[in-house]
C-alpha cells in the first residue's frame, strides 16, 4: 500500500492512510477498533481540508529548502576560506522566506542574490576598498524580485528547462 493513493471516480474517496497501512508498516493482522477510527478521521480530515495540510507541507519544505541551501553554503565556504563567510542570519532570513515563498522560489532567490551583490561589492570596492559586503540584503533583494517578478521568471523557466526535454517531431 502506499501511504498517499489518489481513488479516480465517482464515489471513490482519497485516503492518506490506506486500510492495510498498518498490516504493511507493522505487521499487524487485526487492528484495533479504536486504531481504525484514528485512521478514519484523519483520512476525513485530509479530505476537508487538504489544502490547509498541503500549505502547511508546501511552507515546512520551503524551509527546510532555503534554510538547507544557505546552511550548506555557508558550511562550504566557511571551510574553502577558512573563516566564516555567511553568518548564520542569512541561514535564518532564507529559512523564514522559503517558508513564506515556497522552496522552488527560495531557490530561484537565492540564485538571484549573487546578481546584486556583484554590482554593490564592485562599487564598494571601487570607492572605498571594501571588499567585505553583508550578503542579507542581497537574499532579501532577490526575494524581493521573486516575490512581484514570480510569473514571468517562472515562464521562463519552464520554457528554458522544458524546450531541452521536450521530444523533436
Known amino acids: 500500500g502506499h501511504f498517499l493513493t489518489r481513488n479516480e471516480g465517482v464515489g471513490k474517496r482519497e485516503e492518506i492512510i490506506p486500510a492495510d ?3 504493511d ?4 493482522n487485526h487492528v484495533s477498533p479504536w486504531l481504525e477510527n484514528l485512521r478514519l478521521a484523519i483520512n476525513d480530515h485530509w479530505r476537508l481540508y487538504w ?4 500549505g502547511l507541507l508546501t511552507g515546512v519544505v520551503g524551509l527546510i529548502v532555503g534554510g538547507g541551501l544557505v546552511w550548506v553554503i555557508r558550511a562550504i565556504t566557511s571551510w574553502v576560506f577558512q573563516t566564516e563567510a555567511i553568518g548564520f542570519g542569512d541561514v535564518t532570513l532564507m529559512a523564514m ?9 527560495i531557490i530561484v532567490a537565492f540564485f538571484l542574490a549573487p546578481l546584486s551583490a556583484v554590482v554593490v561589492g564592485i562599487g564598494s570596492w571601487l570607492f572605498t576598498g571594501n571588499r567585505a559586503i553583508p550578503f542579507g540584503p542581497h537574499l532579501s533583494i532577490g526575494c524581493l524580485i521573486c516575490l512581484y517578478c ?3 521568471i517562472w515562464e521562463w523557466s ?5 524546450s531541452c526535454t521536450k521530444p523533436r517531431t
Open 158 to 162: 519552464n520554457r528554458a528547462i522544458y
Open 97 to 105: 522566506a522559503g517558508a513564506f515563498l515556497g522552496w522552488q522560489t
Open 25 to 28: 508498516q507493522f505487521g499487524w
Open 21 to 23: 497501512f498498518f498490516a
Open 51 to 54: 489544502t490547509t495540510w498541503l
Open 150 to 152: 514570480w510569473r514571468p
